[in-house]
T-cell receptor
Framework: IAGITQAPTSQILAAGRRMTLRCTQD?????MYWYRQDLGLGLRLIHYSNTAGTTGKGEVPDGYSVSRANTDDFPLTLASAVPSQTSVYFC????????????FGEGSRLTVL | GQNIDQPTEMTATEGAIVQINCTYQ??????LFWYQQHAGEAPTFLSYNVLDGLEEKGRFSSFLSRSKGYSYLLLKELQMKDSASYLC??????????WGAGTKLIIKP
């Protein structure tokens, strides 16, 4: 593993189903983030975690939950998917660099029918 | 509310220079970022400005004026591989990133 790995790459899901998007990083970064990206809109923060054991709500947290049991993993769960959650989801992390730049996973394209 | 504005789409010619503007209104300011995102791929970090002025990195430069709430990304000697979306983001007083919708840059031969 090098950087951030997301799974699955893409998924088609029936409305009402539960879905977990996985995110793993090997850079030992403290902070991790989940964003969704929709056409014509900027990246929107769903949830974040500043360090293992802590999580926080972003701009659009409703319908999503996260956990941060350890430094490396930050899964995002949709408890009961709805069509408006159709989007591309990006996991990201940041370390202690002066800039705090984000490193992104390759994204998970989710379609809810 | 917080807002980042950048043009939706721009077209430029291979070998030329293009400037992509970004204006922002945010609750506080703790740095401005530019990211590049090729279609179907993840965003990748290009530049960071926290003080006024120009930061140069190879063919790419980024400028910031905090008093005007304004930044631009300057791309020189354009190459076809520069065709991508360019995302402007500002870190606010809570150290959260506010993102623009991105500028799709189309490079023509």
């Amino acid at each position: 593993i090098a950087g951030i790995t997301q799974a699955p790459t893409s998924q088609i899901l029936a409305a009402g189903r539960r879905m977990t998007l996985r995110c793993t990083q090997d850079m030992r970064h403290n902070a991790m983030y989940w964003y969704r990206q929709d056409l014509g809109l900027g990246l929107r923060l769903i949830h974040y975690s500043n360090t293992a054991g802590t999580t926080g709500k972003g701009e659009v947290p409703d319908g999503y939950s996260v956990s941060r049991a350890n430094t490396d993993d930050f899964p995002l769960t949709l408890a009961s998917a709805v069509p408006s959650q159709t989007s591309v989801y990006f996991c990201a992390s940041s370390g202690l660099a002066d800039t705090g730049e984000l490193f992104f996973g390759e994204g998970s394209r989710l379609t809810v029918l | 509310g917080q807002n980042i504005d950048q043009p939706t789409e721009m077209t430029a010619t291979e070998g030329a220079i293009v400037q992509i503007n970004c204006t922002y209104q945010t609750s506080g300011f703790n740095g401005l970022f530019w990211y590049q995102q090729h279609a179907g791929e993840a965003p990748t970090f290009l530049s960071y400005n926290v003080l006024d002025g120009l930061e140069e990195k190879g063919r790419f430069s980024s400028f910031l004026s905090r008093s005007k709430g304004y930044s631009y990304l300057l791309l020189k000697e354009l190459q076809m591989k520069d065709s991508a979306s360019y995302l402007c983001a500002v870190r606010d007083s809570n150290y959260q990133l506010i993102w623009g919708a991105g500028t799709k840059l189309i490079i023509k031969p």
